[in-house]
T-cell receptor, first 112, second 113 residues
């Protein structure tokens, strides 16, 4: 079945550091890929998405590129801020209108 | 515009009681999803509605769980004879369907004593 694997957390960084959170997936066909972010006490917010190979999703300084050859969708940001502290979830959707399959989530803490 | 609204935000109940959780999707969204988020299990899919029909209910963990959607809008998730393992945050999401991304509510935190 479909699965998503994220790098183990938690991740702790200093402000302005470079961020990478690794995500790899297993799925048949060509899934759509997503990164969601969850702030304390809140639901999930869509951060970015990519729907086909080599697409790059970007938002709020975060980027991720859909790499079919390595089945990966790693999240990057060049300079993190304290306000980026949250839990980040990688997810896939295999067919239109279907469920999201989530990774385990990665807790990010950014210290001033 | 208004996002996905869930109520109540918190629910504490005794083991064995029934509970109902409500989800108001974004206006115009035809697809609606329920997920459960719990420690150790991560985010699990429960059920998917397209309009008032549920083409995928394969994630419901037992026959104590049921859900319905009326008027292509509001959905209710019902858990009968609650057990302690039902304690979790229940998240609702909606979308325009197809490959459009899902938008989540803030969830209902359910605690079973």
């Amino acid at each position: 079945g479909d699965s998503v694997t994220q790098m183990e957390g938690p991740v702790t960084l200093s402000e302005e550091a470079f961020l990478t959170i690794n995500c790899t997936y297993t799925a048949t066909g060509y899934p759509s890929l997503f990164w969601y972010v969850q702030y304390p006490g809140e639901g999930l917010q869509l951060l970015l998405k990519a729907t086909k190979a080599d697409d790059k999703g970007s938002n709020k300084g975060f980027e991720a590129t859909y790499r079919k050859e390595t089945t990966s969708f790693h999240l990057e940001k060049g300079s993190v801020q304290v306000s980026d502290s949250a839990v980040y979830f990688c997810a896939l959707s295999r067919t239109s209108g279907s469920r999201l399959t989530f990774g385990e989530g990665t807790q990010l803490t950014v210290n001033p | 515009g208004a996002g996905v609204s869930q109520s109540p935000s918190n629910k504490v109940t005794e083991k064995g009681k029934d509970v109902e959780l409500r989800c108001d999707p974004i206006s115009g969204h035809t697809a609606l999803y329920w997920y459960r988020q719990s420690l150790g299990q991560g985010l699990e899919f429960l059920i998917y509605f397209q309009g008032n029909s549920a083409p995928d209910k394969s994630g419901l963990p037992s026959d104590r769980f049921s859900a319905e959607r009326t008027g292509g809008s509001v959905s209710t998730l019902t858990i009968q004879r609650t057990q302690q393992e039902d304690s979790a945050v229940y998240l609702c999401a909606s979308s325009f369907g197809g490959v459009e991304p899902q938008h989540f509510g803030d969830g209902t935190r359910l605690s079973i004593l």
